[in-house]
């Protein structure tokens, strides 16, 4: 019994799922589903066919390798009815269904089970009971009695009920909502504890890793949370919260759950005491920040289509421009404003950010609202065209979030601003503060945070808020950040070094051979007739791939016409292409010095309550 766990207590006619692996290798998670009090005309129990925080429906239920129930000792028959549903037939007395799934999908979104460690997210094989869903779940996960998981232990932030030293035994939840809301880690992790405004927390590392510097990321996360903690009034809105960390060799990815995070990061973005990537390091900062923030917004603050949930099918929503968008604005401006990186560093992030939203077409053609409702079928669908027909609401979100910012800052004399107030306190309020107060438990419906950001700054944004997130006009940025003594410039490419080469209006695989990836609207890729997967065998007579194209790209003159030679289907194909100059494409921020032309007292005022630079 650990002794941290609570003291045991009977849930009576609550659900119980058991979980146990025989053989880690065969990559099955077995899971009985017992019901004490099933349905009289038969027990119906459906499976999620997405999770919650990642807008895709995934069909959960193709993992299901085989399903059997029995009653009193007997086999009884269970059908499936749809694509996600199973019922039994009636019977009297504990129903026991047993399932076994696949599992071998190491991200953040699914389930996995191997010689090297296991893991799952509830929505991925915990089908819920219809009917009982809404009452209280228990979980049993049994030990792995295989040598290769000697040692493994056990990480959730589920309330234990009874369970061993190492987190094997019984949990309980008090709806099946929350019983996929703690995903469960079992692997020889280590872990390294910190406690951010009195609440305690950890970083759970499995993987593949040496020599890193766990309290150092440990430190550096904790004053990231504490000033999130801080954001929100100043108390966690969980007892205790887990960083569930996976270092691969290249992966990355999150997501958010309402006392813990699942985490995929590259091991080598991990710090060292002997040096480490820098701009890696940073990225993974970023990636703890930005999950961690969604604690509030999108885990307590949620648009009224996510109130309830519903995991049979698509939950649609114009809002994700903030859910995801305001969060993903607050992940690198915690960093600074936690004191982990500083205004340049900020500055430099804020900037491939602008450069990312501004070298996609799609801008242009889908509005934030837009964007927010597609999601579910074109950005977690991407294709070659994406780029020309699609905008991220991550990261033009973000932008959004930062133009209202500085929107506020600069209409109000730095009164009010999104997230904090620079005069009274009593009588003022901040924007992302309000929205806390009214609706960690009130679900915000469309219009409702505009209506929120007008009510707390007095001033009308109605017009503000019909460009930014319904029409595809530029946010005003080239005009806001001048205005508070930042620098901006566009550039070509990462330095002015590159503005004599020429572009043909594409991008191509970076390695093989020089095969077409996606084809700007109007570019000389296009009107010469490529297409996305057209392989590039030869330019200007020279034969090319991913690797030499960049170079014979430099021998060649814009607005001159040199030979194509390129494959599709096999057959190869001749003809002509014209490079053009390649258009200004980086954007460059950098703090204006005092004293430069047009860089104004009230500029340099307005930065540092911004930046604190």
């Known amino acids: 019994m650990d002794p941290c766990s609570k003291a045991p207590e009977t849930i009576l006619n609550a659900p119980i799922y058991t979980l146990r692996c025989k053989d880690p290798r065969q990559h099955l998670w077995q899971v009985r589903i017992t019901v004490e009090q099933p349905a009289p005309d038969g027990q119906r129990l459906r499976l999620p066919v997405w999770i919650p925080g990642s807008y895709l429906v995934r069909e959960y239920a193709r993992h299901v390798v085989s399903v059997s129930a029995h009653c009193g000792g007997e086999p009884i028959s269970v059908n499936k009815v749809d694509k996600q549903t199973w019922q039994a037939a009636p019977c009297a007395g504990t129903l026991h269904v047993d ?8 991200s953040v979104r699914g389930a996995w089970v191997d010689d090297r460690r296991a893991y799952f997210n509830g929505a991925a094989i915990l089908p819920w009971v219809e009917g009982q869903e809404h009452g209280p779940q228990r979980l049993r996960i049994e030990r792995i009695e295989d040598a290769c998981a000697a040692g493994w232990k056990v990480a959730t932030t589920m309330t234990a009920e009874d369970i061993d030293a190492d987190g094997y035994g019984s949990y309980s939840a008090a709806d099946y909502d929350e019983l996929i809301d703690h995903p469960v880690e079992i692997a020889a992790w280590q ?4 406690e951010a405004c009195g609440t305690p927390h950890r970083i759970v590392l499995s993987g593949e890793f040496a020599g890193v510097d766990l309290a150092r990321l440990a430190a550096d996360v904790r004053k990231v949370c504490a000033w999130q903690i801080g954001l929100f009034g100043g108390t966690a809105p969980f007892d205790h919260y887990d960083f569930l960390t996976l270092a691969t060799r290249g992966g990355y990815g999150g997501l958010e759950h309402r006392a813990s995070t699942s985490l995929i990061v590259q091991r080598d973005h991990l710090p060292r005491a002997h040096g480490h990537d820098d701009k890696g390091y940073r990225t993974l900062l970023g990636l703890f920040s930005h999950e961690y923030f969604h604690s509030w917004l999108v885990k307590r603050i ?28 607050y992940d690198d401006l915690a960093l600074l404003r936690s004191g982990v990186i500083d205004a340049a560093t900020y500055l430099k992030l804020l900037a491939e950010t602008i450069s990312r939203v501004h070298g996609m077409p799609g801008h242009r053609v889908q509005t934030l609202e837009d964007a927010s409702l597609d999601a579910w079928i074109k950005y977690y669908r991407p294709d070659e065209n994406s780029p020309n027909a699609t905008v991220s609401y991550y990261a033009k979100g973000a932008l959004v979030a930062l133009s209202l910012d500085l929107h506020l800052r600069k209409e109000t004399a730095g009164r009010v601003t999104l997230d904090q107030v620079t005069l009274d306190p009593i009588t003022l309020d901040a924007v992302m503060q309000a929205l806390w107060a009214k609706h960690a438990s009130a679900p915000l419906h469309d219009g409702d945070f505009e209506a929120l950001a007008e009510a707390v ?16 006009e530029p946010l005003p ?18 330095s002015d070094e590159r503005a004599d080469t020429v572009t043909l209006g594409a991008k191509f695989e970076s390695k093989g051979a020089a095969r077409v990836r996606t084809l700007l609207p109007g570019g000389p890729a296009q009107r010469a007739g490529l297409a996305p997967g057209d392989e590039v065998v030869a330019l200007d007579g020279w034969r090319v791939d991913a690797a030499t194209l960049p170079g014979v790209l430099k021998t060649l003159a814009p607005g001159v ?7 599709r289907d096999g057959r190869l194909r001749t003809g002509e292409i014209v490079p053009v100059a390649p258009e200004p494409d980086t954007c460059v921020l950098k703090l204006a010095e005092a004293g430069a032309a047009g860089v104004s007292e009230t500029a340099l005022g307005l930065r540092k309550s911004w930046l604190g630079a």
């Open 99 to 106: 399932f076994t799934f696949y599992a071998h999908d190491e």
């Open 191 to 194: 872990a390294v504890e910190f």
């Open 302 to 329: 949620k648009p009224a289509d996510f109130a309830p949930y519903d995991l049979s099918r698509e939950n649609l929503t114009r809002q994700l421009w903030l859910f995801e968008g305001f969060t993903s604005y």
């Open 457 to 472: 700054s007095g001033i009308e944004l109605a017009g503000w808020f019909e460009r930014a997130l319904r029409s595809t």
């Open 477 to 494: 940025l080239h005009e806001q950040l001048p205005a508070f003594g930042i620098d901006w410039q566009w550039r070509v490419g990462e």
């Open 561 to 567: 016409a040199v030979s194509l030679h390129s494959a």
